[in-house]
């Protein structure tokens, strides 16, 4: 049924409050498809672009969409929002404040200024104002923080915008304890809009930080809590009691309500994970599921077997959930890695969506005590997680679980198991338009380059095959992948090519995923290769990656994320679809930390 413009608005609407811009983009492009020309589609899609850190990519569909000579002052005013993004995507964390581009910050306080001369409103004047600052003219941005004070006092609109820009204008005044007040009324305001309050954490952290103002001041902005959950299953070998049940749930709502746990991500096994996401629903969350392959199988393996009644409570969760995702489309056949390798999709989830919002990280963990095996289940997950420095709330379990695997083997599951590896494809955009001469130059002067590229990360690299321009390669890590990846796009794109008879230049494509694989023999060459239906994905995803580019899946970014090295960016590309017919995928473009190309300075346009 085709929705209308009013329903996909209402619909873009919701999914802004919540923070998941990966939704709100997907939203807005369905949107424009139906009504290209409508200009809150096209707003929307450039804010979520920008929210994603896909910056430069969000300024230029702006000027693509002449959103920056839009009639109406709120359309306007995001070119200014994202030249400032831009700016502050140049600030170093370890020296955040030293040696800084003033260039980009005048170039964003300009564009604000004229916005606020404009339209003389508070928000304008309050941004214009911090810019100025961090630019160091202090003397224009305490005379726009005086105006906003008193533009906002008068504001009879939505409170919490009014009290957020006072928060902000008395910060940059330096008078804390007037900012302290407006913050605490701010905070009394968009309770189910986490994303506007951690935007506004997030800016006045920086004048905080830059004014050297102790950010407490700030908490009662952010309440709201991230969390990952798992815990044990209970099925009819070790089942729950009533009694038990009752005081498990209530445990779990307290440690819901009281970290005020407003987005979540997990899985659905029948007990402990579905207590939680059922408390989750209750209390008003948002709920991400991910389940280890598809769902009716998971719901034959994990639910199931501990009766009808979670059965039930199962496709209820799925019901409510705001997303049900698989980690991988492949089946189950015994497969136990399975299962850990979605767990660790749903840590790097929830940290990517946490790290989005700025907001705080926890987890909740319904455990039995047993640290007899650190190798699968929950107990490795609550230490997983605590490794990474995240702060875990565990709820005591007083249900004893056996120590063996709960899935039992069968004779129609094989013996061969799965791992999760990182997988890469790759080919050379205008390859088969070399002619004769020009493929001996392929092999005999770039080909080495590439294999240099290679030699750096061996001992890293479980598989390596090449076929003409195409590459295969599976390694342990995502940061390894992309390491490689990011690498490769270089070297080619750093070669001369100019003695070849090409009208546009040799460029990559390169797929990144992570997911389950086989290691098998390959009896046609005697050697042993990596095969999966995942391997597979990975191979459909490279052909529809653009020239130049490097897209990675959404298991790979959550890996990536988890993995924790920090160098790396990503930038949601959106729902694309893959070759052959081989399915649809969020997509990530994977590039090295964000370094911001000059500003397209809009002053004169």
Known sequence: MTRTIEEFKSEIISTQKTGNYLKEYDLAQAALKAFPDEEFFQYSSVLALARCNAKQRALDSLYTYKLHLSNDEFVRVLEARILKDLAFLSLEKESRFLNLDTQKFITAAITYHRAFNTSGGHYAAVNAAMLYMLSGEHDKARELAD?????????????????????????????????????????????????TRSKTHFQLKLVCDYLDIDTSILEPLLPDTVTYYCGHAFYNHCPLSKEDERKLVQQIDTAITSSHCSVAYGSLMAGSDIMIAESILRHGGELNVWLPFNQESFCEVSVRPAGEEWVKRFYDCVKGANTVTCATESEFLGDGTLF?????????????????????????????QNTSSTSRGTYSNILKWQRLGHRSEIIPSTTAFPKQYLHKPSDRYPETLREPHAILFSDVRGYSRLCDRDILWYFNELHPILAAVINGFRTEIQHLDTWGDAIFLVAEKASTAAKIAIALNEALAGIDQSGIELKEPLMMRIGLHFGPVYKVYDHLRKCHTYSSHDVTKAARIEPVTPPGEIFGTEPFVAMLELEGEGWANFEYAGTISSAKNFGAFRMFHIRTKYTPPPLMCSLNR
């Open 147 to 195: 105006s906003a004070i008193k533009l906002a006092q008068k504001d009879n609109g939505p409170q919490y915008f009014a009290l957020a820009s006072q928060a902000e204008a008395f910060l940059l005044l330096e008078r804390p304890k007037e900012a302290s007040q407006a913050i605490l009324e701010a905070a009394k305001y968009n309770n189910n809009n986490l994303l």
């Open 340 to 368: 850990d390798y979605c767990s660790d999709v749903i840590m790097g989830m929830a940290i990517m969506r946490a790290n989005s919002l700025s907001t705080k990280l926890m987890q909740v963990a319904i455990w039995d």
